[in-house]
């Protein structure tokens, strides 16, 4: 269910706000409208294709968060099934499965390669200053293999 975005958003502290576009489960209390809500339905709206996207600095300008907090919120949104795709300018909605796939095909290669510094940094592990073998005195063994 798509939300009404604040036209003067609030700055973002981490915890939702109140607003008009969620029912009220009773009780009297205020409908709540999160910032994955208002991040959702601005890109739906207004940042639909990738010729219509739009800057991790414009988010964070417009909604008073970090480049951290864009970045969390996309990803919540997509683990979610809300197709928010990327480049190099910025995030929008998808509008084609094109536009999916190349995202996807963006983040699996991110995926290789961050596994690729993984392995790197467990390799790293092994080198004994870091406890992998015997402690390094500053002497060569010309022997070693």
């Known amino acids: 269910m798509m939300h009404m975005c604040s036209p003067n958003p609030m700055p973002y502290s981490g915890a939702s706000f109140p607003g008009p576009a969620k029912p009220s489960s009773g009780g009297g209390s205020a409908p709540v409208v999160t ?13 639909t294709g990738e010729a ?20 969390e ?3 919540r949104l997509r ?7 990327s480049y190099a300018f910025g995030y ?11 995202t996807i095909r963006q983040l699996r290669s ?3 390669k961050i596994a690729e510094a993984e392995r790197g940094l ?14 390094h005195n500053g002497q060569l ?4 293999q």
């Open 122 to 135: 467990v390799k790293a592990c092994q080198m004994p200053q870091y406890g992998g073998g015997a402690p």
């Open 141 to 144: 063994n010309m022997f070693a």
């Open 73 to 75: 919120v996309v990803n």
């Open 79 to 85: 683990a979610h099934g809300v197709p928010i795709c």
């Open 35 to 47: 910032m994955d809500d208002m991040i959702e339905e601005f890109l739906q709206k207004y940042h």
């Open 92 to 102: 929008y909605y998808a509008e084609t499965k094109e536009e999916l796939d190349r």
């Open 110 to 112: 991110r995926i290789s």
């Open 52 to 71: 219509n996207s739009i800057s991790s600095r414009q988010l964070e300008h417009i909604y008073g968060i970090s480049g951290s907090t864009v970045r």
